[in-house]
C-alpha cells in the first residue's frame, strides 16, 4: 500500500505564494505519474498539474503561469508551488499518485488527504 501526506496549505493574501508538498511512503517499488488535483466548495474536482516520473509536466491552462510542480524521486515526494495567489484559488489541494505495489506488477492510484489552501482578497 501507498500513503500519501500532504502539507504546506494555509491562509494567504491575494499575490503570495505556498509550496505544497505531497509525501508518499509504504511499499511500493515505482512510482509514476504524481498529479496535483483541486477541489472547491459546490465544485467538480479539477486536474491542476501533472508529471511524469521522468519530469515531463502538465497545467491545466488557468495556472500554467503562476504553478509549478516538481518531484524528487528520491524522496517520494512530489511539490506544487504555486505563485500570485488569487482568491479563486481557494481549495483542498489532493494529490494523486499512480504508483506499483511491491507484491505486484499493477499500477494503482492512490490519493491523499488534501491540504487547504485560502486565499484572502
Known amino acids: 500500500q501507498v500513503q500519501l501526506v500532504e502539507s504546506g496549505g494555509g491562509l494567504v493574501q491575494a499575490g503570495g505564494s505556498l509550496r505544497l508538498s505531497c509525501a508518499a511512503s509504504g511499499s511500493f517499488s515505482r512510482l509514476n505519474d504524481m498529479e496535483w488535483y483541486r477541489q472547491a466548495p459546490g465544485r467538480q474536482r479539477e486536474l491542476v498539474a501533472g508529471i511524469t516520473r521522468g519530469g515531463g509536466t502538465n497545467y491545466v491552462d488557468s495556472v500554467k503561469d503562476r504553478f509549478t510542480i516538481s518531484r524528487d524521486n528520491a524522496k517520494n515526494t512530489v511539490y506544487l508551488q504555486i505563485n500570485s495567489l488569487k482568491p479563486e484559488d481557494t481549495a483542498v489541494y489532493l494529490c494523486?499518485?499512480?504508483?506499483?505495489?511491491?507484491?505486484?506488477?499493477?499500477?494503482?492510484?492512490?490519493w491523499g488527504q488534501g491540504t487547504q489552501v485560502t486565499v484572502s482578497s
Open positions: 494523486r499518485v499512480i504508483a506499483t505495489p511491491t507484491y505486484t506488477t499493477a499500477t494503482f492510484q492512490y
